[in-house]
């Protein structure tokens, strides 16, 4: 948080998304990822401004 971009893990089993809340700006997301296990990351969608939260949402 407090930059424009970023990156993401996630640990376990699912299907996720990242939302950056951007300041100043709508939020943006990235696309859903479905993972068996593992750990796999997702690029935070860039923010003109500075990224004010980052939140995961599980399908």
């Known amino acids: 948080m ?3 971009s970023g990156t993401a893990w996630c640990t376990g089993s699912g299907t996720w ?3 950056a809340v951007c300041d100043y700006e709508s939020d943006k997301y990235s696309g859903w990822i479905t993972q068996n296990s593992g750990t796999k990351y997702a690029t935070v ?3 003109t401004f500075n990224i004010e939260n980052i939140i995961f949402e599980v399908q």
């Open 45 to 47: 969608p860039q923010c």
């Open 17 to 19: 998304r990242v939302k």
């Open 2 to 4: 407090g930059s424009t």
